[in-house]
Every structure is written in structure tokens, then in C-alpha cells.
């Protein structure tokens, strides 16, 4: 894989960073009259409904069942039902501060998980640092505040687990789907989040009962926001991404996060932020340059499993 990105890998990558870092924000609003299984299987239904709908609309195919339904399957559970739980169901009591210091473990496991299962991500010094670059940004914009509000009660502790526990799985899900991965994008898409919904459907019809809840307008256009944005329209990008640039690369979208929320808090709701969301707006994008930058000679570091 070429070390060169195109300019849709980055308007990708952008894309991603926008409906992910604003999907915390949406399952709070959820999670307010909704209990987090509704919420997921709200979620990847109308994801996979607008997925198919485009399959359709392209005269493109699901393929027969056979061999590629398991690894649909594995995507499925791994990438969108078991992490969507488990991120939701913990920002029942984690705030978004600190959920996103949480995820950021994400794409250091995903450089680690690419070094070891695919080839073209060797892990590079640069990288490694640009990666360390990031988090420290992360750091610095969330504060010592939210760091400070690590351990505590043992729902606490349950609920901060239960969100890195999703951070794990999408970086899991990264190497899977670039290793796995190689029919049409799109029909891998409908196929993936079709079984999510299968799986997510019948266990909020019998643990939550919908039906009896009282659900306010705000939790439900969340929940419809979630499933066409950050489902549905965000699983084609990542896929497409996955295949173009990479897991390390497509890992950058968690460093974006903390973006969006400043953009939104400026623009939207007139905040102010500090000196210190400026310094961490510095190192994220020092961060994402950095780990961008290739040395000849140096692409390896030692341990590169062929």
C-alpha cells in the first residue's frame, strides 16, 4: 500500500471524524428516554435499511449465503452490535469528556493489531510518535478534570470498562474488515449491518419491550440520526476507507473527534474554549501530520512480522 493518501481518503477521514465525534453527543440524547438495546437496534435497522435501499437503487446484489456471511457476521458483532451496546449502554453514566479519552485507545490497538496481522501497516517510529502526539492532545482538551474522574463507584468503573471494551472492538474490527474484506463495499455494508439488526431486534423487543416505553422527540431523532448518519452513510465510508488507505490510517478518525466537538461548541453553542483546547487542537494535527511522515530506511520497526 502506497504511503501516498488521496484526497478521498482525507475528505473520508473528515467525514468519519464528523458523524462519529457528534454520535457521542446523539447517544446521550438517546439514552435520555431509551434504554440503550432500543437505541442500537433503532439504530443499525434504519442503517441497514438505507444501506439496502442504495444497494437496490445500484442494481447491486447480497450474495448467495455461503462463506461470506461469516465474515459479515464476525464484522457485524464485533464492529457495530457488540460496541454500540456496549459505548451506549456506558454513556449512561460516562460523560462525553471522558468516553472520548477512553476511545482513544482505539487506534493505538489498531497500530498494534496492524503491525502484527497486515502487511502494508508496518509499525514506524513516526507513526508511533504521531499516535502518542494525538492522545496527548486528547489529554490536554479533555483536562485533568475528566482524567481525574477514572475509578469511583463500581458502576463507574463497570461503565468506563464497558466503553473501552467498545474501543477494543472497533479496533479489532479495523484489521478484520481490511483482511476479510474484498467483494463490493457497499453490499458489505448491507450485509454487515443486515445482521446486526437481526441480532439487536429480537433482544430490545424482549429485554426493553419498546413498545410499552414512553420515548421523547428528541431521543427518537437521535436514534434516526444515528442509524442513517454514523451507521449508515459511516460504514460505506469506512469500508472504503479500510480498503483504500488502511486501519492505521482510517484509526486517525478518533483523533478528529475531540475536533468536532470544538467546532461545534464555537460555532453552535458560543463557547469559549481555553488556551489549552487550542494547545490540544495543535498536537492532535501535529499528531496526524507526524504519523503521516515516512522515513526511508526507518519504515520497520524491529518485530514487523512478515
Not at 59 to 74: D, I, M, N
Amino acid at each position: 500500500m502506497s504511503s501516498h493518501r488521496s484526497a478521498t481518503d482525507w475528505v473520508l477521514l473528515l467525514s468519519l471524524g464528523a458523524m462519529w465525534g457528534s454520535s457521542f453527543m446523539f447517544n446521550k440524547l438517546a439514552v435520555a428516554s431509551a434504554p440503550p438495546a432500543t437505541v442500537v437496534a433503532g439504530r443499525v435497522a434504519i442503517g441497514a435499511l438505507v444501506v439496502i435501499v442504495m444497494v437496490r437503487a445500484l442494481k447491486l446484489r447480497l450474495p448467495p449465503f455461503g462463506r461470506v456471511w461469516l465474515s459479515y457476521a464476525v464484522l457485524a458483532l464485533v464492529g457495530n452490535a457488540v460496541p454500540f451496546f456496549l459505548i451506549t449502554w456506558g454513556q449512561k453514566v460516562v460523560d462525553s469528556a471522558l468516553a472520548g479519552i477512553l476511545m482513544a485507545f482505539m487506534p493505538l490497538t489498531t497500530l498494534l493489531l496492524a503491525h502484527l496481522f497486515v502487511t502494508e501497516d508496518a509499525l514506524s517510529r513516526n507513526r508511533l510518535a504521531g499516535f502518542v502526539l494525538g492522545f496527548l492532545g486528547i489529554v490536554v482538551l479533555m483536562g485533568p478534570a475528566a482524567l481525574a474522574g477514572l475509578g469511583g463507584s463500581l458502576l463507574q468503573i463497570v461503565s468506563q470498562l464497558a466503553v473501552l471494551g467498545g474501543a477494543l472492538c472497533y479496533a479489532a474490527n479495523a484489521v478484520i474488515a481490511r483482511v476479510t474484506i474484498r467483494s463490493d463495499f457497499l453490499v458489505a455494508s448491507a450485509g454487515t449491518l443486515l445482521i446486526a439488526a437481526v441480532v439487536m431486534l429480537p433482544l430490545a423487543l424482549v429485554v426493553d419491550q419498546p413498545w410499552a416505553l414512553e420515548l421523547s422527540a428528541t431521543s427518537v431523532v437521535s436514534i434516526v440520526w444515528l442509524g442513517v448518519g454514523p451507521t449508515a452513510i459511516a460504514t460505506i465510508c469506512y469500508f472504503t476507507l479500510i480498503s483504500s488507505a488502511g486501519p492505521t490510517f482510517m484509526s486517525l478518525v478518533n483523533y478528529l473527534g475531540p475536533l468536532v466537538a470544538v467546532f461545534a461548541g464555537v460555532t453552535l453553542m458560543r463557547e469559549h474554549p481555553g488556551a489549552e483546547a487550542y494547545a490540544a487542537l495543535a498536537l492532535i494535527l501535529g499528531g496526524i501530520a507526524l504519523s503521516q511522515m515516512r522515513r526511508a530506511g526507518t519504515e520497520s520497526m524491529p518485530g514487523r512480522r512478515a
